[in-house]
C-alpha cells in the first residue's frame, strides 16, 4: 500500500515540473510570431490569404461556389460534414461550382 502511496507522488510529481527557460522562451516565440495562430497553427507567408472587406467582393446573397482538389479528396467526408454544419449554423451556403471563376476551392497542401 505504501509503495502505491510513494510511486503516485513520484508520478504526479514528474507531470509537474516546471518550463526550462529554453521551453519558456520557445512558447514565447510561437505566441508572438506573426505566423502562427492560437500557438500552434502555422500560416505560411506563401499563402494567398485575402480578405474581402469590400461589399462587392463578398459572395452574392451569401452563396458560396466550392470545388474539392484531387489532393483533397481524401478528406472529402469531412469537408461536407463541415460544409453542412456551416450551413446549419450560420446563413452562409454552399454549391458545388459549376464554372464559376470566383470560388472557393478545397486542397491538401501538407507534406
Given at each position: 500500500?505504501?509503495?502505491g502511496i510513494v510511486?503516485?507522488?513520484l508520478l504526479s510529481g514528474a507531470f509537474a515540473?516546471?518550463?526550462s527557460?529554453?521551453?519558456i522562451d520557445l512558447e514565447k516565440q510561437l505566441w508572438e510570431n506573426e505566423?502562427?495562430?492560437e500557438g500552434d497553427?502555422?500560416?505560411l507567408p506563401t499563402s494567398e490569404r485575402l480578405a474581402a472587406l469590400s461589399r462587392a467582393s463578398k459572395w452574392p446573397n451569401?452563396?458560396?461556389p466550392y470545388d474539392i482538389d484531387a489532393s483533397a479528396e481524401p478528406f472529402r467526408d469531412n469537408i461536407e460534414r463541415t460544409i453542412q454544419h456551416i450551413e446549419d449554423n450560420t446563413c452562409i451556403q454552399f454549391k458545388k461550382a459549376q464554372g464559376e471563376r470566383s470560388r472557393m476551392t478545397f486542397t491538401n497542401t501538407s507534406s
Open positions: 500500500m505504501m509503495k510511486f503516485a507522488l515540473v516546471p518550463m527557460p529554453e521551453d505566423n502562427v495562430i497553427i502555422l500560416v451569401g452563396i458560396v
